[in-house]
């Protein structure tokens, strides 16, 4: 008996402490679930509540480095080149094969919109390394020339992410989805590579 007058007891009690209007909800026993410490990622965040210290994480603040997760890919995006900058990794490009099969029309000339912008200076706008810089700074690559004709996708990619001898690095100036496109655009600039062949032992007689 005295067992039922209980169960009956916690019954009523649940029934009184979560049936109560939306406003007013019952009992929350997890309340860390159900209010979150949300924010805004660009937002100015109370300094006596998070911290992007790293030397202070699991100290009486929450911690909050402002960065992605190691490893996040964001929507649409191509994934990572993890080829590193140096000798090896330059070797290895070689073997790093373009995402991209083929460029549209319109990503043409996109395409040929950021080559102008980023590389016609030096390269010039056909590739033959004679853009109006040129001279200014030497050793600017003729990229129709057998040796880039021939150079891997990958390599040449590498190029551009890390940069080559006189050249810096345009990681920051076009993300990865564009340096390919640039890699796939460059290609529509060069002779082939029979072609390319056929004048340097032309030219060598």
């Not at 603040?61 to 990794?89: A, H, M, S, W």
């Not at 290895?92 to 991209?100: E, G, L, Q, Y």
């Not at 080559?164 to 796939?184: C, E, F, H, P, T």
Request: with cysteine; aromatic share 8%.
């Amino acid at each position: 008996m005295t067992n039922k007058i209980i169960i009956i007891v916690l019954v009523i009690a649940s029934a009184i402490s979560g049936c109560k209007d939306n406003k007013q909800p019952g009992r929350i026993y997890m309340p860390d679930m159900t209010y979150s410490r949300a924010y805004e990622t660009y937002a100015m965040r109370d300094s006596t509540k998070f911290t992007t210290d790293d030397s202070k994480r699991g100290g009486n603040n929450i911690y909050y480095g402002g960065k992605p997760v190691v490893g996040t890919i964001k929507r649409g995006e191509l994934f990572p080149y993890t080829q590193p900058n140096d000798t090896t990794g330059y070797k290895m490009s070689a073997m790093v094969i373009n995402p991209i099969d083929s460029l549209s029309a319109i990503e043409l000339a996109e395409t040929q919109r950021l080559f102008n912008i980023n590389c016609a200076v030096c390269h010039g706008d056909k590739g033959a390394g004679n853009g109006p810089i040129s001279g200014k700074i030497g050793a600017v690559a003729n990229l129709t020339q057998p040796l880039y004709v021939s150079m891997a996708d990958g390599t040449m990619f590498h190029s551009i992410t890390y940069g080559k001898n006189n050249m810096g690095s345009y990681a920051s100036q076009l993300d990865r989805k564009q340096r390919w496109m640039i890699v796939k655009y460059i290609r529509t600039l060069q002779p082939k590579a029979e072609t390319a062949k056929a004048a340097t032992d032309s030219t060598a007689k």
